[in-house]
């Protein structure tokens, strides 16, 4: 099987947008502002949802729904952020989101037990690692080249504690 966590970084590079402009006040355009200009991390409340609005949900509404039409028909800010995410700010990672093996042994024995997961993870490997890589821009987790702060499962994911199994 081919299903390997080192999937990720080609279409990082490949994927970043240009992000339109907001509609202001009296209908004047105003700059939405995002990586690379100014790093997420750096982005303020308001910058940040500006830009998931006009850059990151249209994007990732794209991928999700050319994977599964159906399933993906409405896709909201909680289909990634989960429920009460106003409450709780929106954070990352999601406490509704499948929490995923926190190993490469016990996340690849899943991969080969779950009918499921090989159709899951190339999705997310290939397509939604890369495309929020690139929205965010900051490298894509590589597993034999391992760098600080690149966008990995656990952007999204919570990980299970060690010594958890999974469902």
């Not at 982005?43 to 500006?50: D, F, N």
């Not at 006009?54 to 993906?72: C, G, L, S, T």
């Amino acid at each position: 099987m081919r299903h390997t966590i080192g999937w990720f970084s080609l279409l990082a590079v490949c994927s970043l947008m240009t992000v339109p402009g907001a509609v202001g006040p009296a209908g004047a355009t105003a700059k939405v502002v995002g990586p690379p200009e100014i790093a997420w991390k750096d982005m303020t409340p308001k910058q940040q949802r500006a830009y998931m609005k006009v850059a990151v949900m249209p994007k990732m509404k794209e991928v999700f729904q050319a994977f599964d039409a159906k399933k993906f028909k409405t896709f909201t800010c909680e289909t990634c952020h989960g429920k009460g995410a106003d409450d709780r700010k929106y954070k990352m990672p999601s406490p509704d989101i499948h929490p995923l093996p926190n190993t490469p042994e016990a996340f690849m024995a899943m991969v080969k037990s779950e009918p499921t997961w090989p159709k899951w993870t190339k999705f997310m490997g290939e397509e939604v690692v890369p495309a929020m890589g690139a929205l965010l821009a900051v490298p894509v987790f590589d597993p034999k080249k391992p760098v600080e702060g690149a966008f990995s499962c656990g952007g999204c994911h919570k990980l299970e504690k060690v010594g958890a199994s999974a469902p």
